[in-house]
């Protein structure tokens, strides 16, 4: 597909990497040559400098030609703006990126008028994955599929862990359906089979009903009750959303936020919230409002080495869940090996958001995946395929296709009811059929088949 996108800042450039990655030809536009040429030359795709916003720009990057055009500057009303040109001037599709919460309310009532596709906010959509995780604490990140009959979590095995040592067929011995279908062991990423032996440090990927993944939680003995009383450090947007998710869950929040104004504006809309004035990083003040007796902590200040800190710093206090967001993935590699909990990069949620629109819309194409997952940063991901009749997987047992290395089958949804198939199991028309892979670019369920020559 041609995709225009309108913004070279953080999330632009993780929008260009995504899906110049992903094989569509991709065109950024920015004012400042600098960014172009950095980004240019490492993804190796176009680049037009100048106001993205006006016609002839796009025109010059061929918006007639579009199927999408995705509008991430730093402004709202510019993203809003360039989108209606880009409708105007021929554009298939257009996705703004909205952070503002009055905005985020208010789009879906001009959203038509706008021509707009989809609005994403990075910030709502890093809040909503940080409290389904607190809801659900043993859990460093969950996916849903299969209308959320079936979910993907991923678990850190701790030392004390009973899983340490055992064998992936003995799993029955807890006796919960679930599925471990990838593990992540230092830099490595693994697709294991029955032999495979788990080890202090794995993180795992579980597929499972949420039913069973809790009695698999439960067996192990790790937390599934969700988090009641949640402290956050750092009052910007994303302790906005996330607060207010979490409020109307009914659990305990308090916010911990070091500028006035911003205590007065998160007080007067997230009335059912504690709001604190004052140093998130001042021990005697997190020891004052409890935060050794917290189920979760998370750090969301704008500072990523300040969010890293007060993360240890908590999990060396309290017991509580850790929630880390950092912005920079020049951390990915340092925070790897941390004990910082959860973390979160806003703008890779964002990526995966807009990644899972563009299936969509090759879908109408002919692709038949129905949801896109990433489940170890660009190494793995979970597909979720919808079985067209005449597929050349359909009828024959599992153990007998032939499929390419890196494939794991795991979960099938047939009438209403979502299963973890074993060898002799067989895919049929109608099927949606979660498929987790190290593989890229699988558009169709017949390409987990081994190619002949």
């Known amino acids: 597909m041609k995709i225009i996108i309108v913004g070279d800042g953080k999330v632009g450039r993780t929008f260009a990497q995504q899906l110049s990655q992903a094989g569509h030809d991709v065109t950024i536009i920015d004012r400042q040559a600098s960014a172009l040429q950095h980004t240019s030359e490492s993804l190796d795709i176009m680049s037009i ?18 199927d999408l055009l995705i509008a991430a500057t730093d402004t709202d009303e510019q993203n809003l703006f360039t989108c209606l040109i880009a409708k105007r001037a021929g554009a298939k599709h257009t996705i703004a990126r909205v952070r503002s919460p009055e905005y985020t309310r208010e789009i879906s009532l ?10 994403i906010n990075p910030e709502l959509a890093c809040a909503t994955e940080m409290a389904r995780v607190l809801r659900f604490p043993s859990a460093v990140k969950i996916d849903t599929f299969a209308g959320g009959k079936v979910e993907i979590l991923k678990h850190l095995i701790g030392p004390a862990s009973p899983l340490v040592g055992i064998r992936l067929m003995d799993l029955n011995k807890f006796k919960a359906n679930v599925l471990i279908c990838a593990v992540e062991r230092g830099k490595e990423v693994l697709i294991p089979n029955g032999s495979f032996t788990l080890a202090a440090g794995d993180r795992i990927s579980i597929v499972a009903q949420p039913r069973d993944a809790s009695l698999f939680f439960r067996k192990i003995g790790a937390p599934v009750s969700p988090a009641r009383r949640i402290m956050l450090i750092g009052g910007g947007r994303i302790a906005f959303y996330l607060a207010s998710q979490m409020a109307d869950f009914g659990a305990d929040v308090k916010i911990i936020e070091e500028n006035g104004t911003v205590c007065k504006a998160l007080a007067a809309l997230l009335p059912g919230v504690t709001v604190i004035h004052g140093d998130g990083t001042d021990h005697q003040l997190l020891s004052q409002e409890g935060i050794e007796e917290m189920d979760a902590v998370a750090t969301l200040t704008g500072l990523d080495e300040l969010n890293i800190l007060m993360s ?15 912005n920079r993935d020049s951390y990915e590699d340092i925070v790897e090996n941390m004990d910082i909990g959860s973390v979160f990069y806003p703008r890779y949620i964002a990526a995966e958001v807009v990644v899972r629109y563009v299936r969509a819309m090759e879908n109408s ?8 997952y990433s489940i170890v940063g660009d190494k793995a991901e979970a597909l979720e395929f919808r079985v067209s009749r005449g597929s050349k997987v359909c009828g024959i047992p599992l153990q007998d296709l032939c499929t390419r290395p890196g494939i794991l089958f ?43 020559r």
């Open 365 to 372: 194409a002919g692709s038949n995946v129905e949801a896109l």
């Open 312 to 326: 240890l710093y908590a999990g060396q206090v309290s017991k509580a869940k850790i929630i880390t967001k950092i």
């Open 410 to 452: 795991g979960s099938i949804f047939r009438r209403g009811r979502a299963f973890i198939p074993r060898g002799q199991d067989t895919i049929e028309p109608g099927d949606t059929v979660v498929v987790v892979t190290t593989l890229p670019n699988l558009n169709d369920l017949d390409d987990i088949l081994e190619r002949r």
């Open 110 to 119: 001009i959203r038509e008028d706008l021509g707009l596709s989809l609005a």
């Open 49 to 66: 400098q100048g106001n993205g916003a006006t016609l002839a720009i796009q025109q010059e990057a061929g918006v007639e030609q579009a």
